[in-house]
């Protein structure tokens, strides 16, 4: 990678520095801008970085040195702030979800192939070497067949409130599933067939996101079934009292043959099995950092077009499933894609 890749991270809150860190961290990149609405948060950054701080990001995507856009806003804007990045040229990583609507998602992936860029998705977990192992073993049916994958996040009301929001953030069936729907389209290498899934607004009568427009379903159980026969099944709340935090625990699949952990974090990632010996032996671990691995990695698609493994389509596929799940919540039934 001989080329230095010029860098505009958009959006310079908690995921914003993220990816700016990570851009830093390669040889090939240089940040030169990032932008943020709120001009201090924005400075703040700029000084970090040694870079130009805009709060208009047409004028900061608009210059000759810039290649690559990540994109770290809410979800509301990544259609226009990707897009508008493509129809000037430039390479786009977009955090996920992609966006609110498929509508949305095809006018972004339309975008970059017209303009012959590239348009990648976040989701980290799908840079762990631990994900590609359990793909594997998977593969190999090691823990036999069909396999069910079961995971849980409930926490109290974001920090952020707009999270809240149907109409900016779209809320965690949205927000959040999508990373757990793009890791069983990775692992069960199959198309899903149908949402069935159940929830509600908690947070609801909360004062504290009173303010918001339209607030989203932040309570949900979500089940996604695989042509392969495998199962994903997702339990979700950003609904709890304040402080109310649990520990989360890792995810775990289980099949005929076994069952397994799979611990997700930035720095460490950790695949283990529970087999009839009864005793738990670990499979493999990684130490690297997932979102530096996805940002050295999308570098490599732009310079050297070596496949980046979350592509647009793969976001709008995620998005499909959660706004399923969404859709079956509200008439009571399963959704049949």
């Not at 590609?132 to 069909?146: Q, T, V, W």
């Not at 520990?247 to 076994?258: L, S, T």
């Amino acid at each position: 990678m001989s080329k230095m890749l010029g860098v505009c991270v958009v959006g310079c809150g908690h995921m914003g520095q993220i990816h700016a860190q990570g851009w830093q961290a390669i040889p090939a990149a240089k940040v030169i801008a990032v932008v943020d609405a709120l001009p201090e948060r924005a400075q703040k950054l700029a000084r970090l970085l040694d870079c130009a701080p805009y709060t208009d990001y047409t004028a900061a995507i608009s210059r000759p040195d810039v290649d690559v856009v990540s994109v770290c806003i809410p979800t509301c804007y990544h259609a226009e702030v990707t897009i508008a990045a493509a129809e000037l040229g430039k390479h786009v990583l977009c955090e996920k979800p992609i966006a609110l609507t498929l509508i949305d998602a095809d006018r972004m992936i339309a975008a970059a192939q017209a303009n012959q860029v590239k348009l990648g998705l976040g989701f980290m977990r799908r840079h762990t070497p631990v994900l590609a192992d359990l793909k594997a073993r998977l593969a190999n049916g090691e823990f036999g067949h069909p396999v069910m994958y079961h995971a849980a996040d409930v926490r109290e009301l974001r920090p952020k409130r707009e999270m809240h929001d149907a109409r900016a953030n779209g809320g965690p069936v949205i927000d959040m599933a999508v990373h757990l729907i793009d890791v069983w389209n990775t692992i069960f290498d199959s198309a899903p067939v149908s949402v069935s899934a159940q929830g509600f607004a908690l947070g609801k009568d909360r004062p504290e996101i009173a303010h918001l427009g339209e607030i989203a379903v932040d309570t949900a159980s979500i089940q996604v079934r695989y042509a392969s026969g495998d199962v994903g099944v997702f339990v979700v709340s950003w609904g709890l009292p304040p402080k109310v935090n649990p520990e989360n625990q890792p995810d775990q699949f289980f099949g005929p043959e076994g069952l397994g952990e799979i611990y997700y974090a930035a720095g460490k990632q950790e695949l283990r099995s529970l087999r009839e010996n009864g005793f738990w032996q670990t499979l493999a671990i990684s130490h690297e950092n997932m979102y530096n691995r996805q940002i050295a990695a999308f570098a490599r698609w732009v310079l050297t077009d070596e496949p980046f493994p979350a592509t647009g389509e793969d976001g709008k596929l995620a998005l499909k499933v959660a706004l399923a799940a969404l859709e079956s919540i509200r008439i009571g039934e399963t959704v049949h894609l």
